[in-house]
């Protein structure tokens, strides 16, 4: 037995940032807060063109900017604050994972009447239903358009900080809209982050003890985009200058890096609509840490990691990661998907060969091999075991790791290299 779930509506195509204000409209909304990160996303030319539309569908809408990457709780009570000193009565997540993730939270805390800071790591359910909440991603990477998770910073008193992920039914946006259209601005150091963040989930999902043939089919076809797309997403474009909505539409020239961005952004929401089924495993275990206590990007710590919890995982997930290695390099499939049948008509690859696929991936996208290489200082080691050790979704892991097998597996992180040559 298993159970699908994935309530979440999603608009996916170019230009479909238009539906976001008649679909908001439609709901019965008549004044959004609307949550963005501090930096470009919120001057960008997708959010002013956001805002305009909610002018005209006459819906009124507060401006909350005040996210950076894995906010805090302290972020997400501002802006419950906020929703309520407005009189607000729905919430678009407007950016990357960080801003959908806030929106999420002060979805919730609005709900529950109480501060995110009670539901994170304290086990502590959600029983309520949240205003009607959009979510607009700007990169291609967290899924969390789709997803029922959310990942919060909490600080202690004593200054400790540490990113706990937090899940619930209710977390689940009522829209996604999926625009490539604003992915097109994303530098191509972001572009392989956020990439490899998706390609994580994916790979994490489809290796998890609690994997579905559902949550399988997205996996494998997120991950077959991904190895089809990434490198030429994170091409730069040939002029040099900052690639624009406008310009990327317009260009014939730039049709393969439009294709690939839209394998890219169809491939995140496929992996989130996964790992809302699945779970996540070591890779994310390892992940929330690092990017806790030294602030290195999730996307980029997980791309560091990734090959790494796949080499540990071979002697009980081989087959497993042979698909992942079959999907990966089967991008020339006529096939919308790669089947079952599809994947028996490739030549198999070992799992060895599927885990030096990924390195060689991360590789030619400009990813660290380790943790050293990243600047993640020694003296974070402890700290990051600690908290791995304590990781959530430990259990969806095809390993029953012990504990000296992650300390052993946290120094190949910081030390060791995945042969990239076949
Ligand atoms: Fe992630």
Same mark, same amino acid.
């Given at each position: 037995?298993?159970?699908?779930?994935?309530?979440?509506?999603?608009?996916?195509?170019?230009?479909?940032?238009?539906?976001?204000?008649?679909?908001?409209?439609?709901?019965?909304?008549?004044?959004?807060?609307?949550?963005?990160?501090?930096?470009?996303?919120?001057?960008?030319?997708?959010?002013?063109?956001?805002?305009?539309?909610?002018?005209?569908?006459?819906?009124?809408?507060?401006?909350?900017?005040? =996210?950076?990457?894995?906010?805090?709780?302290?972020?997400?009570?501002?802006?419950?604050?906020?929703?309520?000193?407005?009189?607000?009565?729905?919430?678009?997540?407007?950016?990357?994972?960080?801003?959908?993730?806030?929106?999420?939270?002060?979805?919730?805390?609005?709900?529950?009447?109480?501060?995110?800071?009670?539901?994170?790591?304290?086990?502590?359910?959600?029983?309520?239903?949240?205003?009607?909440?959009?979510?607009?991603?700007?990169?291609?990477?967290?899924?969390?358009? =789709?997803?029922?998770?959310?990942?919060?910073?909490?600080?202690?008193?004593?200054?400790?900080?540490?990113?706990?992920?937090?899940?619930?039914?209710?977390?689940?946006?009522?829209?996604?809209?999926?625009?490539?259209?604003?992915?097109?601005?994303?530098?191509?150091?972001?572009?392989?982050?956020?990439?490899?963040?998706?390609?994580?989930?994916?790979?994490?999902?489809?290796?998890?003890?609690?994997?579905?043939?559902?949550?399988?089919?997205?996996?494998?076809?997120?991950?077959?985009?991904?190895?089809?797309?990434?490198?030429?997403?994170?091409?730069?474009?040939?002029?040099?200058?900052?690639?624009?909505?406008?310009?990327?539409?317009?260009?014939?020239?730039?049709?393969?890096?439009?294709?690939?961005?839209?394998?890219?952004?169809?491939?995140?929401?496929?992996?989130?609509?996964?790992?809302?089924?699945?779970?996540?495993?070591?890779?994310?275990?390892?992940?929330?840490?690092?990017?806790?206590?030294?602030?290195?990007?999730?996307?980029?710590?997980?791309?560091?990691?990734?090959?790494?919890?796949?080499?540990?995982?071979?002697?009980?997930?081989?087959?497993?990661?042979?698909?992942?290695?079959?999907?990966?390099?089967?991008?020339?499939?006529?096939?919308?998907?790669?089947?079952?049948?599809?994947?028996?008509?490739?030549?198999?690859?070992?799992?060895?060969?599927?885990?030096?696929?990924?390195?060689?991936?991360?590789?030619?996208?400009?990813?660290?091999?380790?943790?050293?290489?990243?600047?993640?200082?020694?003296?974070?080691?402890?700290?990051?075991?600690?908290?791995?050790?304590?990781?959530?979704?430990?259990?969806?892991?095809?390993?029953?790791?012990?504990?000296?097998?992650?300390?052993?597996?946290?120094?190949?992180?910081?030390?060791?290299?995945?042969?990239?040559?076949?």
């Amino acid at each position: 037995m298993y159970e699908y779930y994935s309530p979440t509506k999603i608009l996916f195509g170019d230009g479909c940032l238009s539906e976001a204000a008649p679909r908001l409209k439609d709901m019965g909304a008549t004044r959004a807060l609307l949550v963005t990160g501090t930096s470009s996303t919120a001057t960008s030319e997708g959010f002013r063109k956001l805002c305009a539309d909610l002018d005209v569908a006459g819906i009124r809408w507060t401006h909350f900017a005040e =996210v950076r990457a894995d906010p805090e709780t302290s972020t997400v009570d501002r802006g419950a604050a906020r929703y309520l000193a407005e009189g607000c009565d729905s919430i678009i997540g407007f950016g990357g994972g960080s801003p959908i993730d806030c929106a999420k939270g002060i979805a919730a805390s609005v709900a529950e009447g109480r501060s995110i800071r009670d539901f994170v790591g304290t086990g502590l359910a959600f029983t309520a239903s949240v205003p009607p909440l959009v979510a607009i991603p700007t990169t291609a990477g967290t899924g969390t358009e =789709v997803t029922n998770a959310a990942v919060f910073t909490v600080v202690d008193e004593s200054g400790h900080r540490s990113k706990k992920g937090t899940s619930s039914q209710f977390y689940f946006p009522c829209l996604a809209l999926v625009d490539p259209l604003l992915h097109a601005s994303m530098p191509p150091a972001l572009t392989a982050a956020t990439g490899m963040d998706a390609l994580t989930h994916a790979i994490e999902a489809y290796v998890s003890r609690f994997h579905t043939p559902i949550s399988d089919m997205c996996c494998l076809e997120s991950i077959r985009l991904i190895g089809r797309s990434l490198r030429t997403a994170c091409r730069p474009n040939a002029s040099g200058s900052e690639p624009t909505v406008e310009a990327s539409a317009a260009s014939a020239a730039s049709g393969d890096a439009c294709a690939a961005r839209r394998d890219m952004a169809l491939a995140a929401t496929l992996a989130g609509v996964a790992l809302s089924q699945a779970g996540l495993g070591m890779v994310h275990g390892f992940a929330h840490p690092v990017g806790a206590t030294t602030g290195l990007a999730h996307g980029l710590a997980n791309a560091i990691l990734l090959p790494f919890v796949m080499e540990a995982l071979i002697p009980d997930a081989g087959e497993r990661l042979s698909d992942i290695g079959v999907a990966l390099t089967s991008g020339a499939l006529t096939s919308s998907t790669p089947t079952e049948g599809a994947l028996a008509n490739t030549s198999r690859i070992s799992p060895a060969e599927a885990v030096r696929a990924i390195a060689r991936l991360g590789h030619d996208i400009g990813i660290p091999v380790n943790l050293s290489a990243a600047s993640v200082p020694e003296g974070a080691f402890e700290a990051i075991l600690a908290d791995a050790l304590s990781y959530r979704r430990r259990k969806a892991s095809p390993r029953a790791f012990t504990d000296a097998e992650l300390r052993e597996l946290l120094s190949k992180m910081y030390h060791g290299e995945i042969c990239t040559s076949a």
